[in-house]
C-alpha cells in the first residue's frame, strides 16, 4: 500500500538448520500468483457472481484459489521480529505488536460479522539477522536478488525457535529504527513456488517495515491480499498524483488511511462472511431494504439485505449497498447508498473496483479524506441516480427507524 503521509508465539528449544526448508526458494514476485490451482466452488455463488479470471486477485466469485487461505475459519498468525547487526531496537516487541493487535483481529472480527477471527502469535523476542539492514537496500520497488537474500535469511534465523507448521499467516516485523528499513516496503511478497518448511509449504510472507506507531489499518490491508483481495487504489505511472480515484475512502484495500475503511459487500461475498440470504441478485427492478453494510446484526438477528448486484456483462456487474457511521465505518465522512463497478478481469492494482459518484460536481471532509470528490459518492434519501452506460437507475426513497435504506432499482426492462 502506498505512503501518503497525511494530517507468545509457538516456541521451540531445538535448534536446526533451516537448509532443507530453504531449497525450494525460487524467484520471487512482488505481485504475486496469477491463475493458480484447481479451485473448489463457493457454495453462495448465484446467477450475478462474476466468473473468476486469471486476473491477479481476481474479484471473480464462481470459485476460489486455494492458493490463498479462505477466512470461512480461524485463522493463527505468527510475528516473528527481526533485528539488524547495525542496530539495536529501542521498541520491544510486545510493544510493536501492540501497534497491530487486537485492532487488526477487531477489524475482520467486525467485518465478518463475528464469523472469523484471525489469531495473533507474537514472539516475545528479537530475531537477529546475519547482515545490516542497510546491506539489503529495502525499498518499495526492491531489487529481487536483495529482498530474495532478506526473506532466505529471516525464514533461516526465524526457523531455529518457530514451527512454521503450525501457523497460517507469517508475519515478518523489521525493527523500525534500524537505518536501511524503509517503510514504504510493507507488503505481501508471493513465492512463484512454495517455501517449504516444518513440512508445509509457505507460499507467501507479509514483510513489515512500519514506523512506531504504524499507519493505520496498514496490517489489515496486507492481509487482505492474503485472502486474495486486489489492491483498489490506483498508482499513477510517474508516483505522483492522486493514489485514490478508484474507490477513494471506500474499502481498506483501497486506502488504510481511509475514513470508510469498511470491506466492499462484495469482498465479503468473496470471502464467505455473505451469502444467498444477503445478497439480492436484480433481474429486473426491485424495492430493497438494505441494511448499512458495517452494522453488526442484533444478537441472534439476521443479517439481513446487504447487497444489490446487477450483472451488466460477462465480465463487469453493478453493486449497491448502504454505509453508516457503524462498525468499522465509524469515522466515515457521509452516509447514504454506495454504488460501485465490479470487473473480474482487471488485476490488481487496475482499478478493478470503480466506486459511482453520484455528486460529480461537489467533494467533503476535504480536511479528512484521501479523496474529497469520492467522499460523498452516496446516494442520499430522496436522490435519485442512472449509472453511465447503462439502463439502471438506483432511487433512495426513505429510511428506516432503525437505520437501514429502502432503495428502489430500475433495469428499465
Known amino acids: ?54 486476473a491477479h486477485h481476481s474479484l471473480g466469485l464462481d470459485s476460489w484459489n486455494n492458493a490463498y487461505p479462505r477466512p ?9 521480529f527481526l533485528s539488524f547487526p547495525d542496530s539495536e531496537p529501542a521498541v520491544p516487541p510486545e510493544v510493536l505488536a501492540a501497534d497491530h493487535f487486537p485492532s487488526t483481529t477487531r477489524f475482520f472480527q467486525r467485518a465478518s460479522y463475528g464469523k472469523f477471527t484471525l489469531r495473533a502469535h507474537p514472539q516475545r523476542q528479537w530475531t537477529r539477522m ?16 536483495r529482498r530474495g537474500a532478506y526473506l532466505r535469511d529471516a525464514i533461516r534465523a526465524a526457523d531455529e525457535r518457530t514451527d512454521f507448521s503450525a501457523y ?4 515478518l516485523v523489521a525493527d523500525p529504527d534500524a537505518p536501511g528499513v524503509d517503510s514504504d516496503a510493507t507488503k505481501v511478497v508471493n513465492f512463484d513456488r512454495p517455501l517449504r ?10 514483510t513489515v517495515f512500519e514506523e512506531h506507531p504504524p499507519d493505520r489499518n496498514v496490517l489489515a490491508h496486507e492481509t487482505g491480499h492474503v485472502f486474495d483481495l486486489a489492491d483498489l487504489y490506483h498508482r499513477p505511472e510517474d508516483g505522483k498524483g492522486d493514489w485514490d480515484t478508484h474507490v477513494g475512502d471506500w474499502d481498506v ?39 448499512p453494510m458495517g452494522e453488526a446484526p442484533p444478537p441472534g438477528g439476521s443479517l439481513g439485505t446487504r447487497l444489490a448486484v446487477l450483472r451488466t456483462g460477462t465480465d463487469s456487474a453493478v453493486a449497491v449497498e448502504a454505509r453508516s457511521a457503524t462498525g468499522n465505518d465509524r469515522a466515515t465522512c457521509t452516509e447514504g447508498v454506495l454504488i460501485y463497478r465490479v470487473h473480474n478481469a482487471t488485476p490488481s492494482g487496475g482499478g478493478p473496483v470503480e466506486v459511482l459518484d453520484t455528486h460529480p460536481h461537489s467533494d467533503a471532509c476535504r480536511d479528512r479524506s484521501v479523496y474529497p470528490p469520492l467522499a460523498d459518492a452516496p446516494l442520499r434519501e430522496g436522490e435519485r441516480y442512472t449509472v453511465p452506460g447503462e439502463r439502471l437507475r438506483i432511487e433512495v426513497t426513505d429510511r428506516t427507524p432503525s437505520g437501514a435504506w429502502t432503495v428502489r432499482i430500475d433495469t428499465g426492462t
Open 1 to 54: 500500500m502506498p505512503r501518503q503521509r497525511r494530517p507468545g508465539g509457538v516456541e521451540r528449544p531445538s535448534l536446526r538448520s533451516a537448509a532443507a526448508a530453504l531449497t525450494s526458494l525460487a524467484a520471487l514476485a512482488a505481485t504475486g500468483l496469477v491463475a493458480g490451482p484447481a479451485v473448489a466452488s463457493p457454495r453462495d455463488a448465484g446467477p450475478c457472481a462474476l466468473p473468476r479470471t486469471a
Open 168 to 171: 497460517d499467516i507469517v508475519y
Open 72 to 80: 470461512g475459519r480461524d485463522l493463527d498468525a505468527v510475528m516473528v
Open 253 to 291: 484495500m483501497g486506502s488504510q488511511f481511509g475514513l470508510s475503511p469498511e470491506l466492499f459487500g462484495w469482498h465479503k461475498w468473496k470471502l464467505g462472511w455473505l451469502g444467498r440470504g444477503q445478497i439480492v441478485c436484480v433481474q429486473g427492478s426491485a424495492d430493497l431494504t438494505l441494511e
Open 130 to 145: 546475519p547482515r545490516p539492514s542497510t546491506w539489503y537496500g529495502i525499498q518499495r520497488d526492491w531489487d529481487p536478488g
Open 197 to 206: 518448511a516444518d513440512g508445509t509449504d509457505l507460499r507467501r510472507v507479509v
